[in-house]
């Protein structure tokens, strides 16, 4: 196991939170903002598909000629997993699941939780929803003071119909977060629909889309996915 600095634990989190970020995944880059009074007019962005598949080509040759750079398996993980919500193809699951697998088979979990929370996250696109709820788990239990675990253990949750405790998940959620951002809003907006708080769920959309504006990178998934559910 080759030796990791600080640094590059760093930049790991980093990279993992841009690869994951959008309303399927459950890192936000905290921002600052009031919600509109309507959501904001729809902007015609350009199709990335393209770009997306050449990274990804990259990043296999990377990982090919170094089988242990775990940061560039994480990314790659991460790119599966967006191609994935973007067409459909179950393929790209078991994809980001090897990529994540061969990470935490470089690093452990206990220094490597992005790659531990990619692998929460591809069970859970897989609907494997216990072993996400499980994986999660164990992340809230190496990142405590992370608010990452509790996207994806109250997602799993839900699903698994537990509501109960995956409003306790997002309430803590809500408490370790420093910002609003717009993953958790549409996380709250959901939960406000199981309990048949429409509007609620309206203006926790519409904020939500107020912060996904906000980013520097606007994420076309996101917005796309708060004006679906609007």
């Not at 109960?164 to 996380?187: H, N, Y």
Request: hydrophobic residues 45%; aromatic residues 6%.
């Amino acid at each position: 196991m080759r030796t990791v600095s600080n640094h590059k634990l760093l930049t790991l989190a980093a990279l993992c939170a841009l690869a994951c970020s959008g309303c399927g995944g459950w890192w936000g880059a905290p921002r600052t903002g009031a919600s509109a009074p309507g959501p904001p007019r729809a902007v015609a962005a350009l199709p990335d598909a393209g770009s997306d598949e050449l990274v990804i080509r990259s990043l296999e040759e990377k990982v090919k000629a170094d089988p242990e750079d775990f940061i560039a398996h994480n990314k790659l993980a991460g790119y599966y997993l967006r191609r994935q919500r973007e067409t459909g193809e179950a393929s790209y699951l078991s994809l980001a699941a090897r990529a994540a697998e061969a990470s935490l088979a470089v690093l452990p979990a206990e220094h490597n939780p992005g790659g531990l929370a990619l692998l929460a996250q591809s069970a859970y696109a897989a609907h494997d929803f216990a072993a996400a709820r499980d994986h999660a788990e164990r992340l809230a239990a190496i990142a405590p003071r992370e608010n990452y675990p509790y996207h994806v253990l109250g997602d799993a949750l839900l699903e698994l119909g537990d509501y109960e405790k995956a409003a306790a998940a997002f309430e803590r959620l809500g408490r370790l977060e420093q910002f609003r951002t717009a993953a958790t809003e549409t996380r709250l907006a959901r939960l406000a629909l199981l309990r048949g708080e429409t509007e609620r769920a309206a203006r926790r959309f519409e904020a939500a889309l107020a912060l996904a504006h906000e980013e520097r990178v606007v994420e076309r998934e996101t917005v796309a996915w708060c004006r679906w559910q609007l």
